[in-house]
């Protein structure tokens, strides 16, 4: 699928519309460290200057995704869209955040002395695990069903509620960069930290497509604000 990036400069367009419209794009914007899920009504251009990135290598990289036709599409039907949420990041979550509180707490143990060491990730990522898990309960005990239910339907209230608790993800991911040091491992690191932060870059990777999918491309289809006008 290529996007028409004819229609109007990359630049000025939202950079979650951008990673909507362009699968694949979002793997560009986390290099970049753009941040496409929780600020994606932000202009590329100025996500950009906000962070110091430069934006034409940003768009260089966009444009050459868009002309190889090498981006995999994101599902259109609303049913599939969310059979693959459900799928890919809720299960997932589910799965694998229980094994990396394990390997923090152990990590934090054994190197409770070493300067680097993430102290606090353990009871971080407990904690995220209980505020996942009570958000995601509540996307597929009530708002999913109800979008399968009434395809044409608005739900803008439930719906600002996801948005809130996405930005609270958003900034637990923030802390889990801070304590991790960037995922930074430090030299002669063990095979436990290393599992730890490429568990936890991946975990952040997933949340990220996640929220992403949900506030750029599904969320919008049942949001007043963004509703198409009815032809007569
Ligand atoms: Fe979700
Ligand atoms: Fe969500």
């Not at 995999?72 to 459900?86: G, K, Q, R, Y």
Request: proline share 6%.
């Amino acid at each position: 699928m290529s996007m028409q990036i004819t229609q109007s400069p990359l630049k000025s367009r939202p950079i979650g519309e951008i990673a909507a419209d362009l699968p694949g794009a979002t793997a560009i914007f986390r290099k970049f460290k753009l941040d496409f899920c929780c600020s994606g009504d932000v202009a590329l251009a100025d996500a950009a200057k906000s962070r110091g990135v430069n934006l034409e290598a940003v768009e260089h990289e966009l444009e050459e995704l868009s002309a190889s036709g090498q981006s995999v599409a994101i599902p259109h039907e609303t049913p599939v869209l969310i059979d693959h949420i459900l799928e890919r990041y809720h299960e997932t979550h589910r799965r694998e955040l229980p094994e990396l509180v394990e390997l923090a707490r152990k990590v934090e143990k054994v190197h409770a002395e070493h300067p680097q060491a993430p102290h606090g990730l353990g009871d971080l990522l407990q904690q995220i695990i209980g505020e996942l898990e009570v958000h995601m309960k509540k996307e597929e005990l009530i708002l999913f069903p109800a979008m399968r239910r009434q395809p044409t339907g608005v739900f803008d209230a439930p719906i600002s509620q996801m948005r809130h608790d996405h930005d609270d993800h958003g900034a637990h991911l923030q802390k889990l960069e801070t304590i991790t040091n960037g995922l930074e491992l430090p030299d002669g690191a063990c095979r436990s930290w290393q599992a730890l932060y490429a568990g936890t870059g991946k975990f952040i990777d997933d949340l990220m497509e996640h929220v992403h999918l949900e506030n750029n491309v599904l969320f919008p289809r049942f949001e007043t604000k963004f509703a198409q006008p009815v032809e007569s």
